[in-house]
């Protein structure tokens, strides 16, 4: 079995920390593989984040970040959000307008598609207070920012499409 492969999960290595991401029924493979690479690219600025953490919201993120550890929503807004994979436009308004102060990120697999058109038309960012970030890889991400033993190598300026 591959390094990276344990049953119905994957293990990363991440700036000296370890994710293990496991793999639900009917989730694609690439859906996991985003939020690893969102949690890496982003855990140097927001060492809290996690994936998969619910928190008290009737969406759960699919990485997250608090300022500090104990937290719970609505108490305490998250300081990171993060969308991989499939998500509408209306579900990143709907959040954009409830968080205009959390830093967004949204990943994408494959080409652009109407995403950066739609998220520059969208007239709920020009009361934002943070970044939003688009970003995409490539259908060969796998072979180009992971190794063998699972340590992720990328650096945000070889995805980030769109800072808005």
């Known amino acids: 079995m591959h390094p990276l492969h344990l049953e119905g999960k994957w293990r990363l290595q991440a700036h000296g920390r370890s994710l293990v991401l496991p793999k639900q029924a009917g989730e694609k493979a690439s859906h996991v593989w985003l939020k690893g690479f969102l949690w890496y690219l982003y855990l140097p600025q927001f060492p809290l984040a996690q994936v998969e953490k619910p928190i008290g919201h009737r969406f759960k993120p699919d990485v997250v970040a608090f300022a500090e550890t104990c937290h719970r929503y609505p108490a305490q807004l998250p300081v990171f959000w993060a969308e991989a994979g499939q998500v509408t436009l209306q579900k990143l308004e709907t959040l954009f ?68």
């Open 97 to 164: 307008r409830q968080f205009p102060a959390t830093h967004f990120a949204i990943a994408k697999w494959g080409n652009l598609g109407p995403w950066s058109e739609l998220l520059r038309k969208s007239v709920v960012l020009s009361r934002r207070r943070a970044p939003v970030d688009l970003l995409f890889f490539p259908e060969d991400s796998l072979e180009r920012f992971v190794t063998g033993s699972g340590e992720i190598q990328l650096e945000l300026e070889q995805v980030l499409v769109l800072r808005l």
